[in-house]
């Protein structure tokens, strides 16, 4: 699949706009032209190259519009659109629906910025002090030069090639015999006593990189409280939607209360990716004769009791996390990591093995990052410590 391009007249050389790919392996599109039609070739066997979207400069306004030319839907910022002309703004995510054929998509986000000189819209990032002293007026404030930073910085997992498909066919339901592949199992069908309507705003999971529609109403969470990523094991699931019906739905095991989930072994990232202090770890749980399900049901009651310290735990709205909340996989491992810390520097020393007990603790602790790239240090030295030197208040 080849990066979008842009038709342009030669009468217009400077740059207004760019589209930044979600995909970091292919280059931003330069937008010149006043109105710009956006072509990719979305077929991988041919090499012609059919117009994506058309996108048209408001010299007015702090704003362009966007106008759909595929013959599928495409979706701005999680609204699906049809043939009508929408509005879009700096940070405007833009993505379109599958094609029929190898159901690819192209995900881009839009790079406005409010700048101005003589008319012209500026590059985001372009700073013209002489212009912003003259005209104090149009100089933002610190919010809103802090909510542009946030749309340089693209969040979703979107990339070019995902795969939508189910294994059954989605469409609109309609009387055309045209069908329109959707990413939402709820856009043009009612699943669980609800349906999408073009208004409706959509959430992409960071699991399966599907869609799931934004609902105020839902009985369960659709992001993780420990990193504020959208996941929609859980929504599907209250929903009564079968995973096993479609290839872009999470599994509701990947994204439940932490008090229902089970673990069977030590993950990799525990005490910082250092096997041997997993394997010490390990090992000390064998000595008191429980299961590691067992000693982490235990800590999660300490921690749910407020004795644990929960300063170093590597995750969003620490204070608010309880048994019943719902954590991604990737957050209730480091929260495993968490407890397993606790359970070692609590851990009486007869229950350490005679080759940990022996170690002198690491000057860094926990935050060692040689024991990371450097075996003989990572074995020597104890690391599920506090640090006595660098930043110890970490």
């Known amino acids: 699949m080849e990066p979008a391009e842009s038709s342009r007249s030669k009468e217009d050389s400077d740059v207004w706009a760019k589209l930044v790919p979600t995909d970091s392996t292919y280059p931003p ?25 058309e996108i048209k400069w408001n010299p007015d306004k702090d704003s362009a519009m966007i106008r759909n030319l595929s013959s599928n839907v495409i979706i701005i910022d999680g609204k699906v659109v049809g043939e009508e002309t929408v509005n879009i703004i700096s940070g405007s995510e833009i993505t379109s629906g599958p094609d029929r054929e190898d159901e690819s998509q192209i995900g881009s986000h839009v790079v406005l910025d409010g700048s101005w000189k003589e008319g012209e819209r500026c590059l ?13 007026s149009l100089k933002r404030s610190d919010e809103e030069i802090a909510l542009l930073n946030t749309y340089a910085s693209i969040k979703s997992n979107i990339v070019v090639g995902m795969h939508t498909s189910r294994k059954r066919p989605h469409s609109l339901s309609n009387d055309d015999s045209n069908e329109i592949a959707l990413p939402c199992p709820q856009c043009g069908n009612e699943l669980g006593g609800f349906r999408c309507n073009r208004t409706t705003t959509h959430l992409h999971c960071q699991g399966c990189g599907g869609m799931m529609p934004f609902r105020s109403d839902s009985v369960v969470p659709q992001k993780c409280l420990g990193c504020d990523r959208a996941f929609c094991g859980a929504y599907w699931a209250a929903q009564g939607v079968d ?6 739905i ?5 994204f439940k209360p932490v008090s229902e989930r089970t673990i069977s072994r030590i993950p990799e990232l525990v005490h910082q990716n250092n096997q041997f202090e997993r394997d010490i770890t390990e090992r000390c749980i064998q000595r008191t004769g429980k299961t590691l399900q067992a000693v982490i049901s235990d800590w999660i009651i300490k921690f749910d009791n407020k004795e644990l310290d929960r300063t170093n735990l ?35 020393s007869h229950l350490l093995p005679s080759d940990a007990s022996n170690r002198d603790n690491c000057w860094y602790g926990h935050l060692c990052r040689t024991q990371q790239h450097n075996e003989e240090h990572a074995r020597k030295r104890n690391h599920v410590c506090r640090p006595t030197r660098g930043n110890i208040n970490m």
């Open 314 to 348: 590597q995750l969003n709205h620490v204070e608010m996390i309880t048994p019943m909340t719902h954590l991604c996989n990737d957050c209730y491992n480091k929260l495993v990591d968490h407890l397993l810390y606790w359970f070692r520097v609590s851990l009486p």
């Open 29 to 53: 599109i330069e937008i010149r032209s006043r109105e710009a039609v956006i072509c990719s070739e979305i077929t991988s066997s041919s090499i012609e190259k059919h117009p994506w979207c």
């Open 124 to 136: 985001s990032g372009v700073n013209n002090e002489a212009i912003l002293q003259t005209f104090s």
């Open 243 to 248: 995973a096993r019906e479609f290839n872009m």
């Open 250 to 254: 999470c599994h509701h095991e990947t």
